[in-house]
C-alpha cells in the first residue's frame, strides 16, 4: 500500500500540473498565418514570396515576426513509424528547411495542428501522439504552434491542451503555444499556465457584421471580448482571432478601425492577407508603429469598453505605460455623426494629457479643451493621451 501511495504522489503532478516556457510572450505575438487568404492553397514557395514581401512592405521590422503555417502542410497520412509528416509535393524541402530558411531571414517559424484524430481539414490531427509530434515539431525548428480543436469527440480540452503543452515543454525548445479551441470551455479561466494565448471565439470572417456558420464579421466578435479583459497580461493572453486587414470584405476604413480596436484589447496581431499584394493603404495600416505601440504596450493590460453603447457609440480605453492612455471612438452605426467629449467626464483623465492622433500623426491639443470630431460609419478615432508634466 505504502509502495502504491508513492506511486501515486511521483505520478500525479505531471497529469494535474502544467508546464509552459514562460517570457515567450510578453507581449501578444505577431506575425502572420495563411489561413483567412489561401486555406489549403499553401506550399514552400508561397511560404518564401511571402516571407520576402513582409521584409520589403516593413511588416518584420515593425514587428510581425512569426510566420505561420496554418491546416493542410500535412501528408494525408503519417510514416510507418507514426510520425507526422508534411505533403511533399507542397513542401519538397521539408520543414526543418524551410523553418532555417525563416530563421535566416529574421523570422519565427510557426505551425498549426490540432487536438483531435484530424485536424479541420482532414489531415493527421495530434490526438495520442502529443509527444512524438512535440518532438517533430522541435527537430524541425518550430517556434509556435496553432492547436486547433476538429474533430475531438468526446475529449476534454483542458485535458488535451494540457497534454500538448507539457510534451512540447518536455522537448526543450522554447514553443509559443496558441489554444485555438474557440472558446467554447472558456479557455480564459483554465489556459493561464497552459499556453500563451487562447481563443475566444469562432472563427473571423471577412467583413464588418456578416454572420456565416462558423465564423463571423469582426463587430461580433469584438462585443464578444466584452469583460475578459481581467484574464489577459503578459505571457497569456486573449485571442479574437486573426486580422481581415488587406481582405476584400472590408472597406479601408473598416480595416483601420479593426485594426486599432484589435491594438486596443491587445490581441495578437496575425495578419491573414496577401502580403505579396497590398495596397498602400493597406501597408499603411499594418505598419503604422504608434498603433502597434498601443498593442505591444509593455504594460501589458487589455482594453476594455469604457461605455454602454448608445446609438452606436462606443467609447474603448486601454491603459498604458508612463501614465498614458489610448482612447478609441467607435461609430457602430451606419450613419455618421458628430463627437463632442468632455474630457473631465471620463473618469480615468486625472490632470492634464497632450492628445495625439494615431492615425493622422499628429498632435492636436490637450484635455484641458472639450474635444470634436466627425466621426463616419464604422470608422474610428484612435488618440493616445500622453500626461503633461
Known amino acids: 500500500m505504502k509502495r502504491f501511495a508513492l506511486l501515486l504522489i ?33 506550399d514552400e514557395n508561397l511560404i518564401k514570396e511571402t516571407a520576402e514581401a513582409m521584409i520589403k512592405s516593413g511588416m518584420r521590422d515593425a514587428g510581425y515576426n512569426y510566420i505561420v503555417i496554418d491546416d493542410g502542410w500535412e501528408a494525408m497520412e503519417r510514416d510507418a513509424q507514426g510520425n507526422i509528416m508534411a505533403d511533399p509535393n507542397k513542401f519538397p524541402g521539408g520543414m526543418k528547411a524551410l523553418g ?9 517559424f510557426g505551425i498549426h495542428n ?12 495530434g490526438r495520442g501522439h502529443e509527444f512524438e509530434d512535440a518532438r517533430t515539431y522541435a527537430s524541425w525548428g518550430v517556434d509556435y504552434i496553432k492547436y486547433d480543436w476538429c474533430n475531438h469527440g468526446t475529449a476534454n480540452a483542458e485535458e488535451t491542451y494540457r497534454t500538448m503543452g507539457n510534451a512540447l515543454y518536455a522537448t526543450g525548445r522554447p514553443i ?22 487562447w481563443r ?34 503578459p505571457d497569456h493572453w486573449n485571442d479574437p482571432d486573426m486580422l481581415e486587414v488587406g481582405n476584400k470584405g472590408l472597406s479601408l476604413p473598416e480595416a483601420r478601425a479593426h ?19 497590398m495596397t498602400d493603404g493597406v501597408r499603411d495600416i499594418f505598419t503604422n508603429r504608434e498603433v502597434i505601440a498601443i498593442d505591444q504596450d509593455p504594460l501589458g493590460k487589455q482594453g476594455y ?31 455618421s455623426f458628430k463627437l463632442r467629449i468632455n474630457w473631465s467626464h471620463l473618469s480615468f483623465v486625472k490632470g492634464s494629457y497632450e ?13 484641458d479643451k472639450n474635444f470634436a470630431g466627425k466621426l463616419p460609419a464604422h470608422n474610428v478615432i484612435l488618440l493616445k493621451l500622453t500626461p503633461i508634466k
Not at 16 to 34: C, D, Q, R
Not at 100 to 108: A, C, N, Q, S, V
Not at 218 to 228: H, M, R, T
Not at 323 to 331: D, L, S, T
Open 10 to 42: 511521483l505520478v500525479l503532478p505531471v497529469c494535474i500540473f502544467a508546464e509552459k516556457f514562460k517570457g515567450l510572450a510578453p507581449t501578444p505575438p505577431m506575425g502572420w498565418n495563411s489561413w483567412n487568404t489561401f486555406t489549403l492553397k499553401i
Open 100 to 108: 532555417d530558411y525563416l530563421h535566416e531571414k529574421g523570422f519565427k
Open 114 to 125: 490540432c487536438g483531435g484524430t484530424k485536424t479541420c481539414a482532414g489531415f493527421p490531427g
Open 176 to 197: 509559443v503555444f496558441s489554444l485555438c479551441e474557440w472558446g467554447t470551455t472558456k479557455p480564459w479561466e483554465w489556459g493561464r499556465d497552459i499556453g500563451h494565448l
Open 200 to 233: 475566444t471565439t469562432g472563427d473571423i470572417a471577412d467583413c464588418y457584421d456578416c454572420q456565416e456558420a462558423y465564423a463571423m464579421g469582426w463587430k461580433f466578435i469584438l462585443a464578444s471580448q466584452v469583460g475578459l479583459e481581467r484574464y489577459a497580461g
Open 259 to 277: 485594426f486599432s480596436l484589435w491594438c486596443i484589447i491587445a490581441a495578437p496581431l496575425m495578419a491573414g492577407n496577401d502580403v505579396r499584394n
Open 305 to 335: 469598453q469604457y461605455n454602454m453603447p448608445i446609438g452606436g457609440k462606443e467609447i474603448w480605453v486601454k491603459e498604458l505605460s508612463n501614465g498614458c492612455w489610448a482612447v478609441c471612438f467607435f461609430n457602430n452605426s451606419d450613419e
Open 355 to 367: 492628445i495625439r492622433d494615431l492615425w493622422q500623426k499628429k498632435v492636436i491639443g490637450s484635455t
